[in-house]
């Protein structure tokens, strides 16, 4: 008998016990134990607010002129102490707002189109620098702070203390989503002195994939040797909303994997023009066009889906379309990485069909 | 596959089975190891850009995988159960035999010894990583190394287990 040693190197190098798990299996995985991260951290993020909030602040004993040690928003608190810093005034953009004018407002309103607001807001602290609290606020996934997507845990930071119109006060104003990765930006934040936004644009937000609905478009006639098919995306919500960029585009295998292609940006059939930011208006669609070469040593595995992840976004939230049999070209090829007829050429996001050809 | 997922699927398929391997040798279940390990790979792919741009993405995998056995054994009470049926319970049809064989080898050792041979002889780690990844000195992976060897000849002298060829189910 060989030694343990011999034994057990034997072993690492024979075969797998069993076949790995598909990488989809293992995707989908992966994306429940992100979302359960994202629950940890945000309930975490309350909890120490809930023990910030009890913490009794100095502050408030000063404004009430009295030993009382309950915590009170600046709403309710009454007049304001000399010195003690407003957040900013109701005024331009911001003067239909809430929260604006106060001492440590528990609820902000922009009052602007976008509707941003932020509720049940606790300051950890005031009368500095900079003063810092959090709130329950509207996320989505484009990344912006806007009125419509999921009440997340948000941090509100007031900058900018000085004297505006006779008023001590912060005159900026911003917040943003830490669980998701955003960060404070000191150059993009709400001017609450003057009433404007300042380092925004005011385009309308990213489409998002519930915007859209997509659909095998018309039939088209591709260059030799190419196979290729159109996508429509049309916005089926509300207002406007801007496509800028590729998708990016995989090709699904009956079985539910990948097809293994690399992704470009342009081919015989598939323009080059650089994106430029599309804005849909409601029920206005949007084109994508898809080519790849055919397979000169034989299909690997042939796409029977197709699915479009918008840019910015994570793959619980792309848009999969089904291929007819009349697209089987679409196929990944046995010839490997250097085989031509492995990548797949994606356009931009066009307004019209004529635009996704050279 | 996306950019945020380049090149896992190749070091994925590049380290699963010994990572499969170290996890059934330490557990002696073949299903308790392939959860464990699916569980370490799908963790590895939710924060992929940080586990590939580590040192060692895969140390960092087994650790994680073994931490993962670990607190499954331990929810299912089953830890020494399984250990103490090892053999029975090991139903493999790749290699039958030499599997067998080593697990007999290894059912009398701790799970710290069986730990230490399978990340020195089946991953392949050097005794510096293992210690690393253990969270013990480079002196206590090398003397467990040193016990557990001598647990396995001192086994070997002894008469055999239960461990026939008729266990592989006419395949190895």
């Not at chain 1, 976008?114 to 005031?126: D, I, N, T």
């Not at chain 1, 996934?141 to 505006?164: N, Q, R």
């Not at chain 1, 519930?210 to 088209?220: M, W």
């Not at chain 1, 496509?243 to 585009?249: A, F, H, I, K």
């Amino acid at each position: 008998m060989a030694g343990i040693e011999e034994q057990l190197k034997r072993i690492g190098a024979a075969s797998s016990l069993r076949q790995p798990t598909p990488v989809a299996e293992l995707r989908e995985r992966a994306s429940h134990i992100r979302k359960n991260r994202r629950r940890l951290t945000s309930g975490l993020l309350i909890f120490v607010a809930i023990i910030i909030f009890l913490v009794p602040l100095p502050q408030l004993h000063l404004l009430h002129g009295s030993t009382t040690s309950g915590r009170k928003t600046g709403s309710t608190i009454g007049p304001v102490g000399a010195g003690i810093p407003v957040l900013g005034e109701p005024t331009g953009a911001f003067a239909q707002g809430d929260g604006f004018g106060e001492v440590r407002p528990s609820r902000i309103y922009s009052g602007g189109d976008s509707g941003e607001s932020l509720s049940g807001v606790v300051w950890k602290s005031w009368g500095g620098v900079r003063a810092v609290g959090s709130g329950l606020g509207k996320y989505n996934e484009s990344g912006g702070k806007v009125g419509t997507g999921s009440e997340e845990l948000a941090t509100i930071v007031a900058f900018k203390l000085g004297t505006c119109h006779g008023k001590v006060m912060y005159q900026a104003l911003e917040w943003f989503f830490p669980q998701y990765g955003q960060r404070f930006s000191p150059n993009q934040y709400e001017n609450i002195c003057s009433g404007t936004y300042v380092g925004r644009t005011s385009q309308p937000p990213a489409c998002l994939s519930n915007d859209l609905t997509a659909r095998r478009g018309p039939q088209i006639s591709p260059a030799t040797g190419e196979a290729a098919l159109v996508v429509d995306l049309t916005n089926a919500g509300p207002g406007s909303c801007v496509l800028d960029g590729y998708p990016r585009v995989f090709l699904l295998a009956r079985e539910g994997n990948e097809l293994s292609l690399a992704q470009v940006n342009h081919s015989q059939f598939i323009t080059a023009a650089a994106p430029r930011p599309l804005t849909l208006a409601p029920g206005a669609t949007a084109y994508v066009a898809v080519a790849k070469y055919r397979c000169d040593l034989g299909d690997l595995q042939v796409a029977s889906r197709v699915r479009l992840m918008l840019p910015g976004s994570g793959p619980s939230t792309a848009l999969t379309i089904s291929l007819s049999d009349s697209t089987a070209s679409l196929s990944s090829c046995n010839g490997g990485s250097d085989d031509p007829g492995n990548v797949v050429a994606v356009s931009p996001f066009e307004p019209s069909l004529d635009a996704t050809n050279p | 596959m996306t950019e945020a997922y380049d090149g896992f699927e190749k070091w994925y398929s590049g380290c699963h089975s010994r990572v499969l391997a170290v996890l059934t040798v330490v557990s002696g279940s073949v299903d308790a190891a392939s959860e464990a390990t699916d569980e370490a790979f799908a963790r590895a792919l939710a924060r992929w850009d940080r586990v590939r741009a580590m040192q060692s993405p895969t140390g960092w995998t087994y650790r994680v995988a073994l931490n993962e056995l670990r607190r499954q054994l331990r929810r299912q009470g089953k830890e020494r159960e399984l250990l103490q049926q090892a053999i029975a319970a090991f139903e493999v049809e790749q290699d039958c035999y030499m599997w067998l064989e080593v697990m007999e080898a290894v059912r009398h050792l701790t799970t710290r010894q069986r730990t230490v041979l399978a990340l020195l002889y089946i991953a392949d780690l050097p005794q510096k990583e293992v210690a690393r990844l253990m969270r013990v000195s480079r002196g206590t992976v090398a003397s467990t190394l040193a016990d557990a060897k001598a647990a396995v000849r001192n086994h070997e002298s002894t008469p055999p287990g239960k461990v026939v060829r008729e266990d592989c189910r006419g395949g190895y």
